[in-house]
Protein backbone atom coordinates (compact mmCIF):
# COMPACT_ATOMS: atom_id res chain seq x y z
CA UNK A 1 0.00 0.00 0.00
CA UNK A 2 1.54 3.24 -0.81
CA UNK A 3 1.18 6.43 0.98
CA UNK A 4 1.21 9.79 -0.38
CA UNK A 5 0.80 13.43 1.45
CA UNK A 6 -0.03 16.37 -0.07
CA UNK A 7 3.83 17.52 -0.01
CA UNK A 8 4.64 15.01 -2.67
CA UNK A 9 2.05 15.53 -4.88
CA UNK A 10 3.15 19.34 -4.62
CA UNK A 11 6.81 18.10 -5.41
CA UNK A 12 5.95 15.58 -8.29
CA UNK A 13 4.01 18.15 -9.76
CA UNK A 14 6.21 21.08 -10.12
CA UNK A 15 8.60 17.98 -11.39
CA UNK A 16 6.44 17.63 -14.04
CA UNK A 17 5.62 21.17 -14.73
CA UNK A 18 9.62 21.35 -15.24
CA UNK A 19 9.88 18.80 -17.63
CA UNK A 20 6.86 19.45 -19.60
CA UNK A 21 8.11 23.61 -19.36
CA UNK A 22 11.80 22.15 -20.91
CA UNK A 23 10.07 20.15 -23.62
CA UNK A 24 7.78 22.59 -25.08
CA UNK A 25 10.80 25.21 -24.60
CA UNK A 26 12.96 22.88 -26.67
CA UNK A 27 10.38 22.62 -29.20
CA UNK A 28 9.92 26.09 -29.77
CA UNK A 29 13.71 26.47 -29.88
CA UNK A 30 13.45 23.81 -32.45
CA UNK A 31 10.61 25.34 -34.47
CA UNK A 32 12.28 29.05 -34.74
CA UNK A 33 14.99 27.49 -36.21
CA UNK A 34 12.86 25.46 -38.60
CA UNK A 35 11.35 28.93 -39.67
CA UNK A 36 14.37 30.12 -40.60
CA UNK A 37 16.07 27.14 -42.67
CA UNK A 38 12.47 28.03 -44.34
CA UNK A 39 13.15 31.76 -45.17
CA UNK A 40 16.01 31.07 -45.96
CA UNK A 41 15.00 28.21 -49.30
CA UNK A 42 11.98 30.81 -50.17
CA UNK A 43 14.92 33.40 -50.52
CA UNK A 44 17.25 31.32 -52.65
CA UNK A 45 14.30 30.30 -54.82
CA UNK A 46 14.70 34.19 -56.44
CA UNK A 47 18.21 33.55 -57.48
CA UNK A 48 17.91 31.25 -60.41
CA UNK A 49 21.63 30.73 -60.81
CA UNK A 50 21.92 28.74 -57.58
CA UNK A 51 22.27 25.19 -58.49
CA UNK A 52 20.26 23.26 -55.95
CA UNK A 53 21.79 19.87 -56.13
CA UNK A 54 25.04 21.15 -54.98
CA UNK A 55 25.51 21.36 -51.18
CA UNK A 56 24.59 22.65 -48.91
CA UNK A 57 21.44 23.85 -50.82
CA UNK A 58 20.41 20.58 -51.61
CA UNK A 59 20.25 19.56 -47.70
CA UNK A 60 18.57 22.76 -46.90
CA UNK A 61 16.31 21.44 -49.96
CA UNK A 62 15.32 18.23 -48.73
CA UNK A 63 14.94 19.23 -44.99
CA UNK A 64 12.29 22.18 -46.10
CA UNK A 65 10.60 21.09 -49.15
CA UNK A 66 8.34 18.43 -48.06
CA UNK A 67 6.64 20.79 -45.49
CA UNK A 68 6.99 23.53 -48.28
CA UNK A 69 5.04 21.16 -50.20
CA UNK A 70 2.47 20.31 -48.02
CA UNK A 71 1.07 23.60 -48.67
CA UNK A 72 1.26 23.96 -52.36
CA UNK A 73 -1.32 24.11 -54.28
CA UNK A 74 -3.76 25.66 -51.63
CA UNK A 75 -3.25 28.79 -52.65
CA UNK A 76 -3.47 29.83 -56.32
CA UNK A 77 0.18 31.84 -57.98
CA UNK A 78 -0.93 35.59 -57.33
CA UNK A 79 0.81 37.31 -60.38
CA UNK A 80 3.34 34.67 -61.21
CA UNK A 81 4.57 33.92 -57.17
CA UNK A 82 3.76 31.33 -55.15
CA UNK A 83 2.21 32.78 -52.32
CA UNK A 84 1.84 28.82 -50.59
CA UNK A 85 4.63 29.35 -48.04
CA UNK A 86 3.24 32.31 -46.09
CA UNK A 87 0.66 29.52 -44.90
CA UNK A 88 3.35 27.38 -43.72
CA UNK A 89 4.81 30.24 -41.79
CA UNK A 90 1.47 31.12 -40.30
CA UNK A 91 1.38 27.54 -38.94
CA UNK A 92 4.89 27.34 -37.08
CA UNK A 93 4.52 30.81 -35.95
CA UNK A 94 1.00 29.46 -34.36
CA UNK A 95 3.10 26.66 -32.99
CA UNK A 96 5.58 28.57 -31.87
CA UNK A 97 3.58 31.21 -29.89
CA UNK A 98 2.12 27.83 -28.59
CA UNK A 99 4.55 26.51 -27.14
CA UNK A 100 6.57 29.45 -26.11
CA UNK A 101 3.52 30.24 -23.97
CA UNK A 102 3.30 26.33 -22.65
CA UNK A 103 7.27 26.68 -21.05
CA UNK A 104 6.55 29.97 -19.31
CA UNK A 105 3.37 29.15 -18.01
Avoid at 8 to 22: A, L, P, W
Wanted: proline share 6%.
Amino acid sequence: MVISNKNNFVVNNFRMDTIIGTLCGGIAGFLKCYIVMLTLRVYLTWFPNINFYMQPFSTLGRIADPYLRVFRGIIPPLLGFDLSPLLGFVLLTFLVDIFSSLSVG
